[in-house]
């Protein structure tokens, strides 16, 4: 049985933030989870997959965050708790579905979960998600703690039931990605059938139906004013003169700031939980007889805005301040001993003496950035690219992926990136707007997610680009989660169709479609050759499974590979690829033999043929042995 | 109980995860307060993958520069690069079997010698716990158990309210049966080497 559903009301389990959020929503007896993986949030998708193989809990992988909202949206309105769960750029996508909702508004508890990612550990941006509530009018929580996360989650479905409307369940990486201890409460059985009472004057949002619903979904803003105004969510801890407003996982390190300081007789601090609508009147009421505020919050002045309207609606003169000079900024992270700092120097009170280390004869160690597997298919394919275009320079829009990591030298084939399936995009511009050769890089499952409305503007518009859509058979970034290109029959998933790339882009009307195997160099560079030379669209599918994936599924892996003493230091291999499983010793290329994945592409790359298999049972392998997979 | 501040920096795939993993569980059994964070997003794919443990009374899952208690290092360079966020005071136990980053072998930057790693760390924090983790986890019988001999030399320092029978415990529940003896030995190694 899964963890999650272990049934013992008051046992506390140690759970990742994203396990007591999936918690929340089993106890409040979800029936329907749609996703799309994305980091910070993938592992609690992966729990409600997990669970839902034993339970009837419905969960489904969307193609993209926009269907997944538009899944869960319908579920809610057949009367069925439902929870559309992404990272923050995943409301990029679905926020067409998500304004309109607010308007439709649901009839079972729906939760939309939002993980942003101050300081971007693995994004390309770090927006803040609480505008989105304040754009579309809707409920937000924020939890502070783990254990709050697992009852916030569940406390949001009925608030989203008291409403009519979702809730937007908004966290950050050091939610998702904490672990504590976790009191459970009572699982819920699920209503996994409803029904949907057709009343389309009310569904149906053309221009006189919105009118209507706006005039409702403001109504609905007063009513959950009200309710924010006396949530237990938003408390007021400790005593004093000063005060501090904050919110999220930045109430802890207020909290741990002040007991340091001793001084909890001294700053009296207001914890907002339920943060949209905000509560204006007890904002006022806090703010009223205190000295100076401090706002402490991650990312943007969301809050600090908020509390500096609430005390000028109720004519409250007093210094507020936030972000700024000397304050928080409204890039990256928070931390314990930042907070500290400030909430020290804002009030006048003595901070800690932090002995820091002298570092200045520490020399500079060599970076560990993250690098392309050992035996990756996309090292490959940059390589044959290369050597397909010969010296015809090219620009190379990419695409969100493990193969980004693409855009370090030697291999150097990402130039412009901006979000899921910009690169078929933006190469229709960098082909249009320069003279230039345009190559771009798309992943198997972001062709499914946005890539496919490009290729079909690509051909309409009569672009001329060459797009390489690097085909390993899952989604590798966020841990080999399935797409709808996936053989989910071969994984022990029946009930699933597939969907096949060349299916759908011969079905579009690509008329040059080569499919290449990546660890087959010569072959592959012909074949590129070919749809590099050709006018107009053309399309590079570059198959190989995803070595991790196939690790992970405990398929056979090939011998190791050696240099031999016919090398020539010549160092084309790794020069060229660069693969973590080759190192230099004594000024000669060696190759790591657990490491090695046997993808031969070395041993065809190198001019005397020197790389030759070892002739052995393959080793154990005994390096980046994944940890937290999907399947 | 005050809190005490622990660090692990390890390379993806040596399985500080699953350590840092089998000291929480530990801490919950024991009734010690403990609240952890990783960053781990590109783990799989060769970068360092980060730990922080806070035991006892604190609400922060993360740990500021300079206020780690304990840095518990699973390679030396990571060690030495994860060096900000020890102070004066702070006890290393560190790993002496280098993973040289594949940069190093595009001669891109040079790996630091063992003997300038080690004196660093000892020139600038209270105490320095140097074993070779690798050699110990072979002679334990698993290559792979590196993380649970780093354990048991956590656990020789008395430095975390966690008892080494807590631990042992805990592994027991929480690591694959499989593996289990060579994990137990692991553990024993460590001790014993941590003296």
Known sequence: ?631 | MKAVRLVMVAVGGQGNLLAAHVLGQAALESSVPVHMSEIHGMAQRGGVVESAMVFGEAESPIISDGCADVLLGFEPAETLRALNRANPATTVITSTSPLPPFTAALGKGKYPEMGTILSLLKEKTARVIPLDAAALARRAGNPLAANMVLLGALCRTELVPVTKEAVLAAMETHTKKSFLPANREAFSLGFEAAA
């Open chain 1, 1 to 631: 049985m899964h963890k999650l559903l272990t049934d013992a009301p008051g046992k506390k389990l140690l759970l990742l933030g994203n396990e007591a959020i999936a918690r929340g929503a089993l106890e409040a007896g979800i029936g329907c989870a749609s996703t799309y993986p994305g980091t910070p949030s993938s592992e609690l998708s992966l729990a409600l997959f997990e669970v839902s193989r034993e339970t009837d809990l419905y969960f489904e992988y969307s193609v993209n965050e926009k269907v997944a909202m538009e899944m869960a949206a319908s579920s809610a309105n057949c009367g069925v708790r439902s929870m559309a769960i992404m990272k923050h750029v995943g409301v990029n996508v679905a926020a067409d579905a998500l304004m309109t909702l607010a308007y439709v508004g649901v009839k079972a508890g729906m939760v939309v979960m939002t993980a942003d990612d101050p300081f971007m550990f693995s994004s390309q941006n770090e927006q803040d998600n609480r505008y989105y509530a304040k754009m579309a009018k809707l409920p937000m929580l924020e939890p502070s703690t783990l254990e709050e996360a697992r009852e916030m989650t569940r406390a949001a479905f009925d608030l989203s039931e008291e409403l009519g409307e979702p809730v937007i369940l908004r966290t950050t990486t050091r939610i998702n990605h904490s672990t504590a201890a976790v009191s459970l409460g009572e699982i819920k059985q699920p209503e996994t059938k409803g029904d949907f009472t057709k009343n389309p004057f009310w569904f149906v949002t053309v221009p006189a139906v919105s009118r209507k619903l706006h005039t409702r979904l403001l109504e609905r803003w007063k009513k959950a004013e009200a309710l924010a105004e006396k949530s237990s969510y938003n408390r007021v801890s400790g005593a004093g003169e000063f005060g501090v407003i904050t919110s999220g996982v930045s109430a802890c390190y207020v909290n741990d700031a002040v007991a340091d300081l001793s001084a909890r007789d001294r700053v009296s601090i207001l914890r907002l939980g339920f943060t949209n609508p905000p509560p204006k009147k007890a904002i006022a009421a806090f703010l009223a007889g205190k000295k100076k505020i401090l706002v402490v919050e991650e990312g943007e002045p969301f809050l600090e805005e908020t509390v500096k309207v609430a005390a000028q609606e109720a004519g409250i003169e007093i210094s507020i301040a936030g972000k700024g000079e000397g304050l928080f900024s409204r890039e990256g992270e928070l931390d314990p001993a930042q907070v500290r700092r400030v909430l020290a120097s804002r009030f006048g009170l003595p901070d800690l003496a932090v002995q820091k280390i002298d570092l200045k004869n520490v020399p500079e160690i060599p970076a560990r950035p993250p690098n392309l597997c050992a035996g990756c298919p996309h090292r490959a394919t940059f390589y044959e690219i290369y050597r397909a275009l010969g010296d015809r320079e090219a620009v190379f829009p990419t695409d969100i992926g493990c193969y980004t990591l693409g855009l370090l030298p030697p291999l150097s084939s990402a130039d412009f990136l901006l979000c899921m399936g910009s690169s078929v995009g933006t190469a229709g511009g960098f082909a249009q707007f320069t003279d230039k050769k345009v190559v771009a890089f798309i992943g198997d499952s972001t062709f499914f997610h946005a890539g496919i409305p490009g290729i079909v503007n690509a051909l309409f518009n009569n672009h001329d680009f060459t797009l390489v859509i690097l085909d390993n058979a899952t989604t590798a970034m966020t841990g080999h989660q399935p797409h709808p290109g996936v053989d989910m029959e071969a994984l022990g998933h029946p009930g699933y169709n597939r969907v096949h790339i060349e299916d759908v882009i011969r079905g579009l009307g690509v008329k040059k479609i080569v499919v290449t195997d990546p660890y087959k160099v010569r072959k592959s560079i012909e074949a590129m050759k070919e749809a590099i030379d050709y006018k107009g669209l053309s399309v590079i599918i570059s198959r190989r499974e995803c070595p991790l994936f196939s690790r992970m599924l405990k398929r056979k892996s090939g011998h190791p590979f050696v240099v031999t003493d016919k090398c020539q230091n010549h160092r084309v291999c790794v020069d060229r690829l660069a693969c973590p499983a080759m190192f230099v010793e004594n000024g000669r290329v060696r190759i790591n033999g657990t490491m090695c994945t046997g993808c031969a592409v070395c041993a065809q790359v190198c001019p005397e043929n020197a790389i030759l298999p070892l002739k052995e049972e393959p080793v154990a392998k005994t390096v980046a042995e994944p940890e937290k997979d999907a399947f």
